[in-house]
């Protein structure tokens, strides 16, 4: 007899498809047609896949043949984790799956946000040819200091990277990385006042905690190194948008590569996707195909291992 997974996430076709061809035997797939799911479907369900959107208590409390929420990412800030106890429902969560897609994806950001690919990009497409028009406030890589904000996976995958480029490797993180991680990057621990006046872009890879909340407001900004470029690939609520308008707008900051974003979908008013030099992703950085398989196939695998073995990251 089959076991019912509900999926409660996006609905755009491209992935679902992937979804439900990744589907094991003796299970079957619950798609809610409006998003929210009915209280037949929850009726059925034994398991919760999530990819987006929220898991409440008051859907645990549904689904009476409920044995395990898995989220899709590495944060748990969409499922009641409380109720889920309560209910002894157990909850797992997915780390690593797409750090390699984000730190691509950082590193995208920072090289076109340091050579203004979008401005000269437009100008082409208006008809007119300005090699030089972003001179003078263009740099390379190369020897410059790269800032990372949180040394976890992601953060360690960018240090690689922004290493190879040959630039100068400063992170802050509550914890210092093990001594072989920073040699192998040359990666220096550094508090973050002055991680953001020394470096000449930098990367936010923090969770959105009530510690990280807000952890780059005015104060940070106006400390950051003139012309310098910020990227945010994690959460929005960790950098506050006004106070980077601001910087933007009066010139002292560069750049700034921005992927996620206060409110999703974003307006195409806000006033931030019209502030200079900033390159705008639709919260898709961790986006690829490759990771969307990795992801629905190591979810589904332990939904697998909840018939009988220890869960991954439980």
Same mark, same amino acid.
């Given at each position: 007899m089959s076991e019912y997974i509900l999926w409660i996430g996006e609905s755009d076709e491209s992935v679902l498809a992937i979804l439900r061809s990744e589907i094991p035997g003796g299970f079957e797939l619950l798609i809610p047609e409006s998003g929210t799911p009915t209280q037949a479907e929850l009726r059925k369900t034994t398991y919760i896949l999530n990819g987006s959107g929220r898991v409440s208590g008051e859907h645990m409390r549904m689904a009476p043949n409920l044995r395990m929420v898995q989220r899709l990412g590495a944060g748990l800030d969409g499922v009641d984790v409380d109720t889920a106890r309560e209910l002894g429902i157990?909850? =797992? $969560?997915? *780390?690593?799956? $797409?750090?390699? =897609?984000? =730190?691509?994806? *950082?590193? &995208?950001?920072? &090289? =076109?946000?340091?050579?203004?690919?979008?401005?000269?990009?437009?100008?082409m497409t208006d008809g007119r040819w300005s090699p030089n028009d972003q001179l003078s406030q263009t740099f390379e890589l190369d020897g410059r200091t790269f800032g990372i904000v949180g040394f976890g996976n992601i953060g360690r995958e960018v240090a690689r990277r922004a290493h190879a480029f040959g630039m100068n490797i400063r992170y802050f993180d509550p914890r210092r990385a093990p001594a072989e991680v920073e040699a192998a990057t040359g990666a220096v621990h550094t508090p973050l006042h002055e991680l953001l006046t020394q470096s000449d872009v930098v990367s936010i890879h923090v969770p959105l905690t009530p510690q990280t909340s807000l952890l780059i407001s005015d104060e940070e900004l106006a400390s950051m190194k003139p012309g310098s470029i910020l990227v945010n690939v994690s959460r929005a609520g960790i950098v506050d948008e006004a106070a980077l308008l601001k910087h933007l707008e009066s010139g002292h900051l560069g750049a700034a590569g921005v992927d996620v974003w206060a409110q999703e979908p974003v307006s195409p008013s806000d006033p931030l996707l019209a502030a200079p030099n900033v390159i705008a992703t639709p919260h898709v950085a961790a986006q690829t195909r490759d990771t969307v398989v990795r992801c629905f196939r190591a979810a589904l695998s332990n939904i697998e291992r909840s018939r009988g073995e220890a869960l991954s990251h439980a």
């Open positions: 157990d909850v =797992a $969560n997915l *780390t690593a799956m $797409n750090s390699a =897609a984000v =730190a691509e994806h *950082t590193l &995208l950001l920072a &090289l =076109a946000s340091a050579r203004h690919l979008c401005a000269l990009h437009g100008d």
